[in-house]
């Protein structure tokens, strides 16, 4: 899977460009109880999303050592686009903060780059493109009976302003506000992910982040699928 490092970490005080044991006993609202995998958060994703899921893989401490920790439950997903490059969503279940980043970050974030939306619940946060040399990213995170799931995507030219935003940016932002927001995410997972993790499975699943491109399979991969 080519992969555009997420920019929580260049921002002014988080690092800018820039899961693995699982807490079973965190409540995430869900009714199935199913542990959650990777492949069950690609599956979260696909059901918020029209467009094709391209290819999924783990993503965990090795990968973000300062955005993921130990216990963290997280996945990156392509997705196709009409025109251009895949678009790729990130998604993470932690006990921890959003992107790891402290409360004062997260509030300067708010602050630096554009008012914070609140939207059923969850923050939204777009961080404007730049033209020719970077389409911006959009945040999500929510927080719940001490469980966080934070969500990022980047793909196509993002205007933060509402009257500005395309349709494409409008459908990224709404998919990440629906998986963070979706009470059958968190570290159990509903009964509609644990299935659709089988197709994911099936289908565009990677063994290991990095495996597309032509990266080495670690020492200490987990075979989620």
């Known amino acids: 899977m080519t992969s555009r490092a997420p920019r929580v970490a260049a921002l002014p005080l988080l690092p800018l460009l820039a899961v693995l ?22 599956a979260a994703v696909a059901a918020h999303t029209d467009a094709p899921v391209r290819a999924a893989a783990a993503i965990g401490v090795r990968e973000e050592p300062e955005m993921l920790g130990e216990g963290d439950v997280a996945v990156e997903v392509a997705l196709d686009r009409d025109v251009g ?9 932690t006990t921890g903060t959003p992107f790891g980043a402290s409360p004062e970050e997260l509030a300067d974030l708010c602050e630096t780059f554009a008012p914070c939306e609140e939207v059923d619940g969850a923050t939204l946060l777009l961080e404007n493109g730049a ?85 080495p399979e670690p020492e200490d991969n987990t075979d989620w699928c």
């Open 21 to 42: 044991s699982l807490l079973a006993s965190a409540c995430s609202g869900s009714t199935d109880g199913s542990t959650t995998t990777p492949p069950m958060l690609a």
């Open 85 to 93: 490059d895949n678009a790729h969503v990130r998604v993470a279940v």
């Open 131 to 215: 033209p020719e040399s970077d389409p911006g990213i959009a945040y999500a995170w929510m927080e719940r009976d001490g469980v966080t799931v934070w969500a990022l995507g980047y793909g196509p030219f993002i205007e933060r302003d509402p009257a500005q935003r395309d349709e494409e940016v409008a459908a990224l932002a709404d998919t990440l506000v629906a998986v963070v927001t979706d009470p059958d995410v968190g570290f159990t997972s509903g009964a509609a992910y644990s299935e659709g993790a089988e197709e994911i499975c099936d289908g565009p699943w990677l063994d290991w982040y990095g495996q597309g491109n032509g990266s």
